[in-house]
């Protein structure tokens, strides 16, 4: 095959598979972060929340089909700062998975907290599966001790979804960032 055949057969299966990839989710039908729950005392922020909307049909196929289906949840605190970019003061990730075992007809499901497995169960029922996937329930944040109690800074969470695209294909399904104020989170619950 020559140079030019080549070239061709890379702009055409480059423009299949970016034309076959998935739009990404509008704001107003994708998924969102919802029901926030906050929690402050002096050295800890803990912050409980629910992703709505984030599954389909095809989703769920995955799901029975005995794929692994994965969240990977972040919830950030930030410091704004006047002329540069918004300083990081905490940060924790929550990873939740589940997989169907055909063997036992069970969803097995974990939780990883900054990496470090924290729970494991099984579910014969999908809807706690999927409630798993998308809840988290009491992370604490630590909050450093020289945090000024000003309005600068700022809660952040957001939810990833991991798939694939003709289960070869990686890619992620991200709600929006949901944010507030910090003097605005003491003991609140957000929709």
């Not at 709505?52 to 692994?68: H, N, Q, T, V, Y």
């Not at 919830?75 to 998975?97: Q, S």
């Not at 939810?159 to 890619?171: E, M």
Request: charged content about 25%; glycine content about 6%.
């Amino acid at each position: 095959m020559g140079a030019a055949a080549g070239r061709s057969a890379v702009v055409c299966l480059t423009v299949v598979l970016g034309t076959a990839a998935p739009a990404p989710w509008a704001a107003d039908d994708g998924p969102r972060v919802a029901e926030v729950a906050v929690k402050r005392d002096p050295t800890t922020l803990t912050v409980g929340f629910r992703v709505e909307s984030a599954f389909d049909d095809r989703l769920d196929e995955e799901m029975a089909a005995g794929l692994p289906v994965t969240f990977v949840h972040e919830v950030e605190i930030r410091r704004r700062r006047t002329f540069w970019f918004n300083g990081l003061v905490a940060k924790k990730t929550i990873e939740t998975t589940a997989v169907f075992d055909s063997g036992t007809r069970q969803f097995v499901l974990s939780r990883r907290v900054d990496g470090a497995p924290v729970e494991t169960s099984t579910t014969p029922q999908p809807e706690q599966a999927r409630r798993f996937l998308c809840t988290v329930d009491g992370v604490g944040v630590p909050l450093p001790s020289d945090l000024p109690a000003d309005d600068r800074n700022e809660l952040r969470l957001r939810s990833t979804l991991a798939t694939r695209f003709l289960l070869f294909f990686p890619y992620d399904i991200e709600t929006p960032w949901w944010e507030a104020p910090l003097p605005a989170l003491e003991d609140a619950r957000v929709p």
